[in-house]
């Protein structure tokens, strides 16, 4: 999809869940505390990563309505690395402030090739995201399976995906830019960003068997802790088996997709060493809900946390 339409899947969601029912949300968060507990270490607000064995990127739409005159420059002073999950208009931007872009959009998690009346309007999509990502210098586009349709079973839905990835993945060669497949939890239905039940690929083993089907090294899949952990956990071991093909990954701690601290049944810093010592060289995207009023301290902690 195209970075409009990632923000119509993604950030409009949470506008629309924060606008229909405030009750909702404070139930979604599992009544966590505004502030950080008494036993989370916040870094001062001079705080910098130094980047040394992680390159760390934040995903945009997770601190909205923060402007992002305020939260760009915020990022970069911190020592992030790169952005994604925000429109391309905030690029140069970015750039002014020595940040990348990590990730660029490709169609929506919820119209995907499992459908294959959905092939024709993805591939537009995917071939302008890929555009995208090689005019900003991103070495990956985001795809999804999309949501499961009846008439379509698992078998065929596995089919038309693997098809239409076969199709357009010449196009991501030539322009020596990966396709990473992100794997969403089903079970959560709390709220629209926190699980997504229905779609198709919620099951990390059957998005890897799709993403060897298309058998090319610029398949890949986004490995995402936290859809992972609600899905199918042993989220360490499942990171080592999986490495060749994980081509992105992106944190948040559980119950709640909120932060990675204390009060989480994730070992943040078990996870992160892991991935720290092994071969993986891509971007590590913070991605989870703040909760904490102060979001910018919340982000510290999260990069202060990966830092290692």
């Not at 980047?51 to 402007?67: D, E, I, L, R």
């Not at 994604?84 to 090739?113: A, N």
């Not at 591939?123 to 399976?145: G, Q, R, Y």
Request: negative net charge; charged residues 20%.
């Amino acid at each position: 999809m195209t970075q409009r339409n990632f923000h119509l899947s993604r950030r409009s969601l949470i506008k629309t869940a924060v606008g229909t029912s405030m009750a909702g949300l404070a139930m979604a968060t599992t009544a966590r505390a505004a502030e950080p507990s008494a036993d989370t270490k916040v870094p001062s607000e001079d705080f910098k990563a130094n980047g040394k064995n992680v390159n760390q990127s934040v995903m945009a739409w997770c601190f909205n309505p923060m402007p992002m005159e305020t939260l760009i420059p915020a990022c970069a002073k911190m020592g992030l690395v790169a952005m994604e999950g925000l429109d391309p208009k905030w690029y140069p931007l970015m750039k002014e402030h020595g940040l990348k872009v990590s990730l660029c959009s490709g169609h929506g998690f919820m119209e995907g090739p499992v459908n294959p009346d959905n092939h024709e309007m993805c591939t537009e999509k995917l071939k302008e995201a890929i555009d995208t990502a090689v005019k900003w210098n991103c070495p990956s586009v985001i795809t999804f399976t999309g949501m499961s349709e009846k008439g379509i079973g698992f078998e065929q839905g596995t089919e038309n995906c693997v098809k239409f990835w076969k199709s357009v993945i010449p196009y991501a060669e030539e322009n020596n830019v990966q396709l990473v497949l992100e794997h969403l939890n089903s079970r959560d239905d709390s709220h629209p960003m926190k699980g997504h039940p229905g779609y198709f690929g919620d099951d990390v083993d059957h998005c890897l068997d799709m993403i060897k089907q298309v058998d090319s090294p610029k398949m890949k899949l986004l490995y995402d802790f936290y859809h992972v952990q609600v899905m199918n956990g042993d989220v360490i071991r499942r990171f080592h088996q999986s490495l060749p093909y994980i081509g992105h990954i992106h944190t948040a701690g559980n119950p709640g997709r909120c932060e990675l601290d204390e009060t989480q049944e994730m070992n943040y810093a078990a996870i992160i060493k892991a991935v720290a010592e092994s071969d993986y060289d891509g971007y590590v995207v913070q991605e989870y809900i703040p909760t904490w009023d102060d979001k910018l301290a919340s982000l510290r902690h999260g990069v202060a946390l990966c830092d290692v």
